[in-house]
């Protein structure tokens, strides 16, 4: 999760993260050089003496600075079509999870293992425990093995609302009457939190997500627990 003063992009749990932030990097190098030619242009206009009245147009220079730009754009717009197939890549995953937004929670079904499934409410601050994240945790966690290709389909019961998890490069609109699809790979055991990013009504803010990523064993046996209950 994020903590005070990370300003910036959160450390990637998943490949398609850190994808994300080699493309937001790349993307980000490109601007700052543009900024810089520009910003040095800009500047030294102040200094310019030549002067010449019958100066019209230049017909090489205007090819220049309409082509140069086209062929920078396309050094973004390239790496970013293969980020976006790559996110909408379904990888043969070996467990299914069904999120559910509701106003103002999120339930989740396990469809694979007997239709496990549960509301997960954020806790209030006043019955939050002393180590427990305010705004940010929930009752009922998310369970998932890591090193698994995991597909999350996305819905929703009233509204649209959003399932989002940053580091993990998730975020996918749960719409009424629709069912939306992606994918995922956990690389990395630990908890990750994320929140609904679609304005979805006055308790918008409080309905995070919390995914406790474990070792498939340890998965196994949360499962098989659960189903006997
Ligand atoms: Cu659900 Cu915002």
Redesign the pocket.
């Known amino acids: 999760m994020s903590t005070w003063a990370n300003l910036g992009l959160q450390d990637s749990a998943s490949p398609l993260m850190e994808q994300l932030i080699f493309f937001h990097d790349h993307a980000l190098l490109i601007l700052v050089m543009i900024t810089v030619l520009v910003g040095y242009l800009m500047f030294m206009l102040f200094y310019n003496n030549y002067i010449n009245r019958f100066l019209l147009h230049g017909q090489l220079i205007e090819m220049i600075w309409t082509i140069l730009p086209a062929i920078i754009l396309l050094f973004i717009a390239l790496p970013s079509l293969r980020l976006l197939y790559f996110l909408d890549e379904i990888n043969e995953p070996s467990v299914t999870l069904k999120s559910i ?4 929670y999120w339930s989740y079904e396990y469809s694979d293992f007997n239709n496990i499934e549960f509301d997960s409410y954020m806790v209030p601050t006043n019955e939050l425990a002393t180590d427990g994240f305010r705004l940010l945790d929930v009752d009922n966690r998310i369970v998932l093995p890591m090193n698994s290709q995991i597909r999350i389909l996305v819905t ?1 019961a009233d ?4 399932w989002t998890v940053p580091a993990l490069g998730v975020k996918v609109d ?1 719409t009424p009457g629709r069912l939306n699809q992606t994918n995922f790979f956990i690389n990395r055991p630990g908890l990750f939190y994320g ?7 006055a308790n ?2 409080f ?1 995070p997500i919390v995914i406790e990523s474990v070792p498939v064993n340890y998965f196994i046996k949360w499962i098989s627990n659960n189903m006997n209950s």
């Open positions: 937004g509701h106003q103002w929703a509204v649209i609302h959003s749960g929140q609904c990013s679609e304005i979805c009504g918008h803010s309905m």
